[in-house]
T-cell receptor, first 115, second 114 residues
Framework: DTGVSQDPRHKITKRGQNVTFRCDPISEHNRLYWYRQTLGQGPEFLTY????????KSRLLSDRFSAERPKGSFSTLEIQRTEQGDSAMYLC?????????????FGQGTRLTVV | AQSVTQLGSHVSVSEGALVLLRCNYSSSVPPYLFWYVQYPNQGLQLLLK??????LVKGINGFEAEFKKSETSFHLTKPSAHMSDAAEYFCAVSEPGANSKLTFGKGITLSVRP
């Protein structure tokens, strides 16, 4: 297992377009998280899944954002009608809850630039 | 609600000098605490974590941190800085038994002078 994988690493899109990011977590991990990080700030929690169930969404996650984790494996984060304020690094992390562990492993992130 | 305060956005030390990065937290329940490091255009890597066992926690790359409940602090230290330590460092808090989501501080950029 090579860790958490995110695709693409970079995305440039025009304002108003839709974008979709993918995250492949560590295979045995049942929890998956999405965070957003803007320049000069720490990551901010967006949403998380336990297996295929989306259990919490931040108020930061507007109606233009949707996340899925079909079959409890990989996850996608879609942003509709992108705005310049959506420009950020989108980070995915996974952890194994049943083990009582609290360590989240992060992917390298997808950097979104909205022009 | 939980929060993390990392005072100062930038710390500069000479190679071989002590590294001290400060972190104070606020939590309504006994927290779990973490330090992560981020290199440019990379994700976050866990340096160390406190999960209610020993209050002095040793991590990777020679870093350690001490949980002080009375001071609500979890400062990160390293006795001797190396050039490769230059990066951004984030302190984070989570609530045990909940969804384990992390609340991060704003981060501190560490520069190491030759």
């Amino acid at each position: 297992d090579t860790g958490v994988s995110q695709d693409p690493r970079h995305k440039i899109t025009k304002r108003g377009q839709n974008v979709t990011f993918r995250c492949d977590p560590i295979s045995e991990h049942n929890r998956l998280y999405w965070y957003r990080q803007t320049l000069g700030q720490g990551p901010e929690f967006l949403t998380y899944f336990q297996n295929e169930a989306q259990l919490e969404k931040s108020r930061l996650l507007s109606d233009r954002f949707s996340a899925e984790r079909p079959k409890g494996s990989f996850s996608t984060l879609e942003i509709q009608r992108t705005e310049q304020g959506d420009s950020a690094m989108y980070l995915c992390a996974s952890s194994q809850h049943d083990r009582g562990g609290t360590e989240a492993f992060f992917g390298q992130g997808t950097r979104l630039t909205v022009v | 609600a939980q929060s993390v305060t990392q005072l100062g956005s930038h710390v500069s030390v000479s190679e071989g000098a002590l590294v001290l990065l400060r972190c104070n937290y606020s939590s309504s329940v006994p927290p779990y605490l973490f330090w992560y490091v981020q290199y440019p255009n990379q994700g976050l890597q866990l340096l160390l974590k406190y999960t209610s066992a020993a209050t002095l926690v040793k991590g990777i790359n020679g870093f350690e941190a001490e949980f002080k409940k009375s001071e609500t602090s979890f400062h990160l230290t390293k006795p001797s800085a190396h050039m490769s330590d230059a990066a951004e460092y984030f302190c984070a808090v989570s609530e045990p038994g909940a969804n384990s989501k992390l609340t991060f501080g704003k981060g501190i950029t560490l520069s190491v002078r030759p």
